[in-house]
């Protein structure tokens, strides 16, 4: 009997010692924490809005931390590859994910993931913001919220409104605020934001609510009508151009954001060394200008407030796609 409880004891004690060296060790890597080059995971391909604000984020990042941090574009699945990728990866802080709207707000209520965005990634600090513009064929008579409300009103089901896809935050946006005035339109989903462009500028579809990047040049050409701005304040490039709170008079505000996320168990002196790194990087002047020339503002939330707004984000968006009964493609 003796000899079982010893047995037993030692056991425990092995157990005891490994936790102990566990936990130092990673008391000992957040010490160190950075001393090798840190793998920022953007879930989109090159080109896209995710890509060039993370590709700007990492250039400036890898300045504030002296340690590159390097860019891996893991698309695939709406962005649930990159962020499931992250998600499976060491808690170490070596692998961070540029995480937006989409893929942690939007996805959970579309696809079936193997993982929870809300548990299985912790929220740093949003790197970015843009809003939806609200843009329409220069051919379609409405040129203001008002006058598009009162168009669909009179011709309900009239207005073809062109996404990037079903699901997609370009889709997302208009549905709500279609639902919020009560209006019927069609809606018509293209495979990306592209060819839907193609379309608003040659007239076959009138209206779209697309982030500022691949938008700016064409609303500056004139190829493209800017009705109005998602936001809650005006964009500095059209201070002109009113937001939907402005001119419509309902509770209509949509930001499309960028945030950084790193895998649940990364030790706490982590996080906040990062979130500290970030803050630092958005006020640094050539990342501002880099971002404000892309349609973004510098994002201003760190890691205290940031899973509360991320929380939040998945209830309006959960509702959203419930309400309207979208499908992913």
């Known amino acids: 009997m003796g000899k079982k409880l010893s047995t037993k004891s030692n056991?425990?004690?092995?157990?005891?010692?490994?936790?102990?060296?566990?936990?130092?060790?990673f008391s000992v890597c957040a010490q160190s924490w950075p001393n090798r080059p840190i793998k920022m995971v953007i879930p989109f391909p090159p080109g896209g809005g995710s890509d060039t604000v993370g590709r700007v984020i990492a250039k400036q990042l890898s300045d504030t931390l002296n340690q590159q941090v390097v860019v891996d574009n893991r698309s695939g699945a709406g962005g649930s590859i990159g962020a499931e990728f992250v998600v499976r990866s060491?808690?170490?802080?070596?692998?961070?994910?540029?995480?937006?709207?989409?893929?942690?707000?939007?996805?959970?209520?579309?696809?079936?993931?193997?993982?929870?965005?809300?548990?299985?990634?912790?929220?740093?600090?949003?790197?970015?913001?843009?809003p939806m513009m609200v843009i329409?064929?220069?051919?379609?008579?409405?040129?203001?919220?008002?006058?598009l409300e009162l168009f669909a009103n009179q011709k309900p089901n009239e207005i073809n409104?062109?996404?990037?896809?079903?699901?997609t935050i370009t889709h997302l946006s208009g549905e709500l605020f279609r639902g919020m005035n009560n209006l019927k339109w069609m809606h018509i989903p293209y495979k990306g934001t592209g060819p839907a462009l193609a379309d608003l500028m040659g007239g076959q579809v009138?209206?779209?609510?697309?982030?500022?990047?691949?938008?700016?040049g064409l609303i500056k050409t004139n190829k493209v009508n800017l009705?109005?701005?998602?936001?809650s304040t005006r964009m500095s490039a059209f201070p002109d151009t009113p937001t939907v709170l402005e001119s419509g008079g309902i509770n209509y505000n949509v930001d499309n954001w960028y945030g950084i996320f790193v895998p649940a168990k990364t030790p706490k002196d982590i996080?906040?060394?990062?979130?500290?790194?970030?803050?630092?990087?958005?006020k640094n002047p050539e990342l501002i200008f880099s971002l404000k020339s892309q349609g973004a503002e510098p994002g201003d939330?760190?890691?205290?407030?940031?899973?509360?707004?991320?929380?939040?984000?998945?209830?309006?968006?959960?509702?959203?796609?419930?309400?309207?009964?979208?499908?992913?493609?």
Do not use: C, H
């Open 206 to 216: 009138q209206l779209m609510f697309v982030p500022p990047p691949p938008v700016l």
């Open 161 to 167: 409104v062109a996404s990037a896809g079903n699901g």
């Open 136 to 147: 329409s064929s220069p051919s379609f008579a409405p040129k203001t919220i008002r006058e």
């Open 90 to 130: 060491s808690s170490d802080g070596y692998t961070i994910l540029l995480g937006s709207t989409s893929e942690i707000a939007i996805n959970p209520s579309l696809y079936n993931l193997t993982y929870d965005t809300a548990s299985d990634l912790i929220p740093v600090a949003v790197v970015a913001t843009t």
């Open 271 to 282: 996080v906040k060394k990062l979130s500290d790194a970030i803050d630092k990087t958005l």
């Open 301 to 329: 939330m760190g890691s205290n407030k940031f899973p509360a707004y991320v929380k939040s984000e998945l209830n309006k968006w959960g509702g959203v796609i419930k309400g309207s009964n979208v499908k992913a493609d």
């Open 11 to 25: 056991r425990l004690s092995y157990k005891i010692i490994a936790l102990l060296l566990f936990s130092f060790s």
């Open 227 to 231: 009705i109005a701005v998602s936001g």
